[in-house]
C-alpha cells in the first residue's frame, strides 16, 4: 500500500516514506532546523528524513530532516522530532510531546502527552514515560563554556518507566526496570529494579516482582 499524505500536509523533497505510512492533516516531515546563534546543535546538512512502513505521522506533528522514525509508530498530534533523532519501531509518542536532537529511542517505547525529551539522550526498548515528564541536559542552564563538554541528558535503561510529571537531571541513568515515581526530582542514578520517590528522589523499595518483563509484567 502507498503511503497517503493529506493535501495539508508538508513532505520536503527526499523524504522516504515506508510503505503505508500516513501524514495527517498539517502535518511536517523532513523540515531543515533553523538554530540559534547560541544553539549548541551541530550546523551541518541533514539528510533526508526517514519514515517507516505503517507509521503515522498525526495531525500538526512535525519530523525534522535527518531523523528516522521506525516501522508501526504513532507519532501523535501535534508532537515533534527534532534532527538527528533515531525512534525505534512501534513507539508512541503523545500529544504534545517532544524529542530534542542528537537522540536515541529505543523500540516498544511509549512517550505519553506533553513529555519533554532533551537533547543527546538515550533511551533503550520498552522505556515509559508518563505525562509531562522533564529530562534535563545542562547544569549550568546557558551560561559558561564549560556546558557545551558536559552537556548530556539522561540514559533510561530497558523497561524503566518514568512517572508523571517527574523531572530528571542532567547526565543520570536510569537503571534497567527502574521505576520513577510522579513528581520525583531525580539528581543521580537510579539502581536497575529499584523505586525511587520524593524530591530529591531516594530508593524506597524494590519493584514488584510482577511487573518486571521477565516475569511477564
Known amino acids: 500500500m502507498p503511503a497517503e499524505i493529506h493535501p495539508t500536509a508538508t513532505v520536503y523533497p527526499g523524504t522516504v516514506l515506508g ?8 502535518a511536517v516531515v523532513g523540515k531543515q532546523p533553523s538554530l540559534a546563534a547560541s544553539s549548541t546543535a551541530r550546523r551541518e546538512p541533514l539528510p533526508p528524513a526517514e519514515i517507516g512502513a505503517g507509521t503515522v505521522v498525526s495531525t500538526g506533528a ?3 530532516a535527518g531523523s528516522t522514525v521506525g516501522a508501526s509508530c504513532v507519532v501523535g498530534d501535534q508532537s515533534c522530532i527534532r534532527e538527528r533523532v533515531s525512534l525505534g519501531a512501534n513507539c508512541v509518542l503523545g500529544r504534545g510531546s517532544l524529542i530534542e536532537n542528537d537522540t536515541t529511542v529505543g523500540a516498544g517505547t511509549r512517550i505519553q502527552a506533553g513529555a519533554y525529551i532533551t537533547a543527546y539522550s538515550t533511551l533503550e526498548d520498552d522505556v515509559f ?14 551560561r559558561t563554556e564549560r556546558r557545551k563538554a558536559e552537556m548530556r541528558g539522561p540514559t533510561i535503561r530497558r523497561g524503566a518507566r518514568i512517572g508523571g510529571g517527574a523531572i530528571l537531571c542532567p547526565g543520570i541513568e536510569i ?4 521505576f520513577v515515581g510522579a513528581g520525583a526530582v531525580v539528581t543521580k542514578d537510579v539502581p536497575a529494579g529499584k523505586l525511587v520517590v520524593g524530591n530529591p528522589a531516594r530508593v524506597l ?5 510482577d511487573e518486571l518483563r521477565e516475569n511477564g509484567g
Open 19 to 26: 510503505e503505508g505510512t500516513r501524514v495527517l492533516e498539517y
Open 62 to 64: 512535525v519530523v525534522f
Open 129 to 142: 514515560i508518563a505525562p509531562c515528564v522533564v529530562t534535563t541536559n545542562d547544569n549550568y542552564m546557558g
Open 175 to 178: 537503571g534497567v526496570e527502574a
Open 205 to 209: 523499595r524494590d519493584v514488584n516482582a
